[in-house]
């Protein structure tokens, strides 16, 4: 399934970046530049060329009326696979630092309990926590992405959550 090797796809972090040249703009980046922001948009190109990897998507994209450039531009994005849809939000904003930072989250429902897709999809994370009695975070080796997931419909299906944030330099 598309969705699952994405899923576990090497974090942005560490991605070259020849990747991002391969693809299209998207629709939030086509936001970005509509608003009117320059300081993050080369950030807010890379982050949804990787997250949407070129697959269909519709977008919600809010930024500053005022200083979009100096403010945090936040999408929400539906994106589709050919076996599911999934919710993705994003934000990007310039920091005290004077470069940009990012987070990004993909939620999906899995027709998998929890327990099956920790053990068959998610070997390679380690346990992080508890976030509830019932939900738990996963996170990867090198300690850049986490998964959060909850059982749904009774422990038959999973809420899943791909975590990452970005220090872009």
């Avoid at 990747?19 to 608003?35: D, F, H, I």
């Avoid at 976030?131 to 809420?159: I, K, M």
Wanted: proline content about 4%.
């Amino acid at each position: 399934m598309d969705f699952y090797r994405l899923l576990l796809a090497i974090p942005l972090t560490v991605l070259p970046t020849s990747v991002w040249a391969q693809t299209q703009e998207t629709v939030p980046y086509k936001s970005a530049v509509n608003y009117g922001i320059t300081t993050c948009l080369p950030q807010i190109k890379q982050l949804t060329e990787f997250v949407l990897k070129n697959e269909a998507h519709g977008s919600h994209d809010i930024s500053h009326s005022v200083s979009p450039d100096q403010r945090m531009f936040s999408s929400f994005i539906v994106k589709s696979y050919s076996d599911m849809n999934t919710h993705i939000s994003f934000v990007v904003s310039p920091d005290q630092s004077g470069k940009c930072s990012g987070e990004y989250n993909e939620t999906s429902i899995w027709h998998q309990a929890c327990t099956v897709l920790r053990e068959e999809m998610f070997y390679d994370f380690k346990y992080y926590g508890s976030v509830t009695s019932t939900s738990f975070a996963l996170e990867s080796q090198d300690g850049n992405l986490n998964l959060y997931l909850t059982p749904q419909s009774g422990g038959s299906s999973c809420l899943v959550t791909r975590r990452e944030v970005l220090y872009f330099n």
